[in-house]
């Protein structure tokens, strides 16, 4: 592959001529496989302890079916990630309309949000590091959100193995913003297997439960003596199955941890995870005020790459993120973008092995 440019190798297919694959790779072997459709990561290869490649994100062969995709799979999220609950959102007095899911609440940004959108894309190269700038204006009213959004998603691989994702954005008018990164994980690089044996710490000592729409109920619940406890490691597996309510309301984990109450917009270290096999090893470090762990709970004989099927918790999400639902909680952490200002947020993925 070329590395910087389009991609004319493997078995994806181009949806449109404006649909590009790109691959980035460093120093360690590691390798980024991209597309402009969604911002969407396809593969991403990195050594075990053993020196061995392995791609340890799930994804499809062909770029067409991120367009059918319903999971948000390797994608970026907005210009809401999570959900909100109700069809009707307030910024400073204005009332909007969003669309909304059956049950009455808005997902990750709509019908048609950042994952299904075609990006302008530009690699770039620096001195131990190789990028790529991904820019699209979202107009306003797009989804029922306010101004004309004028979005940057840049991918950054170094050769320290870290994976930089960064977003700056600007609005003409007061809006909402909250973005994500939705590439599900499996670090052991069997891709059919279940992530319950690996192991995760999260940097937190609160969660947010949720109500039967999976939307927070306002709670900042500690985690101390529930199954939500992760600041140690544990493997996934090890509780998911308890006979607790918020799991059966999720069918596992899909809750947000809370970083910092109040947003700093520090770089924080926010999760660990672990594959004992592999010895793969993944920090997460963001500005976001939480983390979003999603076990996979929902993924049901999803045809993915190489013929591989995706079943229940092939994969897991660390989506980092301000809270779900902070229109309707003023105590969360804000969400609103006003205009003109510059919305920044940065998340680091770094790899190792042990």
């Given at each position: ?27 360690a072997?590691t ?15 990195v ?9 340890i ?35 400073n ?75 700056k ?11 994500t ?22 940097l937190s ?6 109500n ?18 992760f ?69 049901n ?27 309707n ?26």
């Open positions: 592959m070329l590395t910087g440019q389009q991609s004319t190798t493997g078995n994806y297919t181009a949806v449109a001529e404006e649909v590009k694959l790109f691959t980035l790779e460093n120093k072997g390798k980024l496989i991209v597309s402009n459709y969604g911002a969407a990561v396809l593969s991403l290869f050594k075990d302890r053993y020196g061995k490649l392995a791609d994100v799930l994804g499809y062969d062909d770029i067409t079916a991120y367009a059918a995709d319903e999971y948000y799979i390797g994608t970026v999220v907005g210009r809401y990630a999570n959900r909100i609950a109700g069809e009707t959102v307030f910024i007095g204005n009332d909007y309309k969003l669309p909304v899911k059956e049950g009455g609440y808005h997902l990750h940004g709509g019908q048609s949000g950042f994952n299904k959108k075609i990006f302008d894309a530009a690699p770039f190269q620096q001195h131990n590091k190789k990028g790529i700038v991904f820019t699209y204006s979202s107009p306003h009213m797009e989804e029922g959100f306010p101004g004309e959004l004028t979005l940057e998603v840049i991918y950054t691989l170094d050769d320290d193995n870290a994976w930089t994702v960064e977003y954005a600007v609005s003409n008018r007061d809006t909402l913003i909250n973005l990164q939705h590439s599900y994980f499996n670090l052991s690089g069997n891709l059919q297997s279940p992530v319950d044996g690996h192991e995760l710490k999260i000592h609160w969660y947010l439960p949720v039967d729409m999976q939307v927070p109920t306002g709670e900042i619940k500690d985690v101390d003596n529930t199954v939500f406890d600041t140690s490691f544990k493997k996934i597996g090890k509780e998911i199955a308890a006979d607790d309510a918020q799991l059966k309301l999720s069918s596992g984990y899909d809750h947000s941890f809370v970083l910092e109450k109040q947003h700093s917009a520090h770089l924080k270290h926010a999760a660990v995870v672990k594959e004992y096999m592999s010895g793969r090893k993944m920090d997460v470090y963001t500005t976001e005020p939480a983390i979003h762990f999603y076990s996979g709970n929902f993924l004989e999803i045809k993915g790459k190489a013929d591989v099927v995706y079943n229940e918790r092939s994969g897991l999400c660390l989506e980092t993120q301000h809270f779900p639902d902070a229109p909680h003023p105590h969360f952490p804000s969400t609103v973008l006003a205009a003109g200002d510059n919305f920044y947020s940065k998340t680091v993925f770094k790899f190792s092995v042990e």
